[in-house]
């Protein structure tokens, strides 16, 4: 079957069980991967799958059930199943499906322009970018890391209230990561670039960034421990800024795992930071017009001038709050069930240069990379403990690289002591969202190192 | 599937130059149920069915997936990975393959979907009390709770055509201690290759209570200082030091390569006399274990240090080509929809001779971090990270006071040669391990360990 048609059967095999309100989440995606190491293939991958879940609401309770298969037993199942599962809950939150019928608007499909490259082509330009890391500096000896990939994801909602939609998102890029050695160290660099449109894929400039970013750290030593003003790189704020993300989920602050409960209204750092999640960004694969709740994405500042303004929210905890929802029930895949994510996150840049952060700073670290964010960070805490390179600046300059230290401390308090905002916003790696942040001068971070 | 079927798409890739042609067909069927602060908020089942295919060339290999299962889309795909191969065509490839099975290391005795939800709820609801009646400062539970059931079928042009089951279930608590506006975490997740028989071999309220335990004492802790300083490291899940400082770099995705700071070391002292490690697949039940590898391989208890001296790799059947060595049944995969590479499974560090106590009364000073948390390492250069979930200072031989906060960075093959002494307390624990595969179950364990000099993150 089809899943329109196997949508058909399954609402139909609902309304005879007497269910109230139910929707059919369906995702299909994609995927065209292959990697390059020594100018041979390392790895190559063409795939399609996908699947729906079944989502059955009752007495306010709801309860889930998921299938890749569409035939008519699963149809029978996933509505069986999910009832079965929703009579358990006893949770006093009221569960709910979205009543508004929208046309979506403002907003164009992602058009496939990497599925018009073939995949000759990706080949030879994956071996290209390995070529060019190699050429920029004989002390790179290897690229582990030489990937391209591209993906798209259909999705099509459709719930008892009539409200149904589909729309397409996805795009493609290349990442690699350089080992460079000097002998006695090897140190390594990764970058990356992702767009939905593959002219934005600059094979030399992500070559150049890659190469750097591993000879750069070449004959890093250790600091002593020490409280140090620091700038962290663009790329380091998008990986902190992780926690941030998941204090602003209105499921996290109402289940009391965020310290930002209650504090909608208050200045929560810096009057410098505004922070807005946008449905559209330029270029970004994580573009999206609709949640998966079937609640119409929206731009919207979250933090604005260091004072928190909303959280992000599902139709439940919306519900909960006495709010409207805000467009951020977001599905991985229809294996999961919702969960709060924003779209793109938007970090405001201001005016000064990363050189400029330098001399400002004067004297102190660049911290470019940080390590064990799914670790060392506590998103409940705010406490942040990280393995971090980088460079340590003297008289506003880059002085010698630095290794082997770690970067603590608090994100509210981190954020509260941000002195500068640089112009420098990029995209940074994130797997679940678009994340775009500027580097930023922070007037002290706690520092451990080895020497 | 129909053998016929198997048979036509390894065909499909031979004619089209694969060495070797590979299908693996999985089934899964899974629950996964939360509950906060003692409600049951989701519920949540189903069924995950399809088919990876790979071809083999040379050193390349080309993957393909797909969830249509019809004759059309799997020949389709198998297409596919044909024309990519671009090789020279195989003439002979009539395919007859003969069906064959290992034993069972794991026997099950509940299967997770014969259990009623009703009773999977009651485990979750005593894990709850456990935690919350530990202690006043507790102010958030979540208890997560998971089972699966794997079903897969793997054939492979050398004929092999074999069956196995993967059952797993899991119970995860994670507890809040809150004082003033600060909050503290605690977490523990048994887990086993078992059915749910899994809840009558330990007290699930004692894992609540656990979760909770090192809340309470965390939030009641100050931050650990920074600097570098001699790191007592417990068993059980301290074993995640190994497993990225040392395990990842010995998986021949990085070994083939020539990227692992390891490459070429066989037979070399790479870790200090007193440390010897395996990765073993046959531990019956067991969390990582299972009868045969993802690729049909079957798996085998692979000492990978013996007295320091490194005695194996972890290798799959790709790795295998590149590196011209058998595979020792360690190509694993999170599901169809990811191709199999080197992977580990349980990797644990063997006991030694000393007593877990006589380590700290020999120890002036030093961190002791009795609870690990996650971690992760960078093959190339060695460098790792973890972080310390419950962590204490030791002062003249004794454990002086809480600590939180800290983290433990370093290079593999440094931390390797400072391992000076070991204890006789070896013990696993039960996590997800992510790498190029996807995210699989793994176990890590070890006696405890003293580690002679390590860099602490903390606050000064």
Known sequence: MKIREFKKVVFKNARKKGIDNFELYHMSSHEFECSINKGEIQSYKDAENGGASFKALKNGKAGYSFTEDYTEDEAERIVTDALENLELIDSDDVEVIGTTKFEIENWKDYDMRFDEISPKQKIEDTKQLEKKILEKDQRIVMVPYCFYNDMYNEIYFANSNDVEYSYKNGGGGMYAGAMATNGNQNKFGVDF???????????EKLASSVAEKSIGLLDAKSIKSGKYPVVLSYNTVGDILGLLVQMISAE?????????KDKIGEKICSEKITITDRRFYQDSIFNCPADSQGTLTKDKEIISEGVLTTYLHTLKTALKDGVSPTGNAFRSSYK??????????????????????????????????????????????????????????????????????????????????????????????????????????????DIAGND | MKRKLIEKALAVMKKGGADFAELFLEKRTSNSMEMNNGKLEQVNSGLIHGVGLRGIAGKKAIYAYTNDLSEDAVLNASKRIAQAIEADGKDDVEMNLTKSKMGNLSPILLLPDKIKKEEKYHVMKLANEGAVSYSKQISEVRINYFDYRQNIVIANSDGLLTEDERIRTRLMVFAVATKGSEKETGFVGPGAGMGFEFFNTFDVKESGKEAARIAVKMINAEFAPAGKMPVIISNKFGGVIFHEACGHALEATSVAKGASVFADKLGQQIANECVSAVDDATIPNAWGSANIDDEGTPTQRNLLIENGILKSYLIDKLGGIRMNMQSTGSGRRQNYTFAPTSRMSNTFILPGNFLPEEIIANTPKALYAKKMGGGSVNPSTGEFNFSVREGYLIENGKIAKPVRGATLIGKGFEILNKIDMVGNDLARDEGMCGSLSGSIPADVGQPTIRVSELLVGGRN
Not at chain 1, 252 to 260: A, E, H
Not at chain 1, 378 to 407: C, H, M, R, W
């Open chain 1, 193 to 203: 670039m992702f767009s939905t449109d593959p002219k934005q894929i600059d094979i």
């Open chain 1, 336 to 445: 999961g069930v919702e969960s709060i994510l924003p779209v793109n996150i938007d970090f405001a840049g201001g005016h000064v240069s990363l050189d400029g952060l330098f001399e400002q700073m004067d004297s102190g670290l660049y911290i470019t990379n940080v390590q064990g964010m799914h670790s060392g960070a506590n998103p409940v805490s705010g406490e942040f403990s990280l393995g971090a390179e980088g460079y340590k600046i003297e008289d506003g300059k880059k002085a010698y690289p630095i290794e082997q230290i770690t970067l603590s401390g608090n994100l509210l308090k981190m954020l509260q002591n941000v002195k500068l905002i640089g112009s420098d916003k990029q995209m940074a790696m994130v797997m679940s969202h678009g994340m775009y942040t500027p580097s930023i001068l922070i007037s002290e971070l």
């Open chain 1, 252 to 260: 996290n602050v109402q289940k009391g795992f965020s310290l930002l």
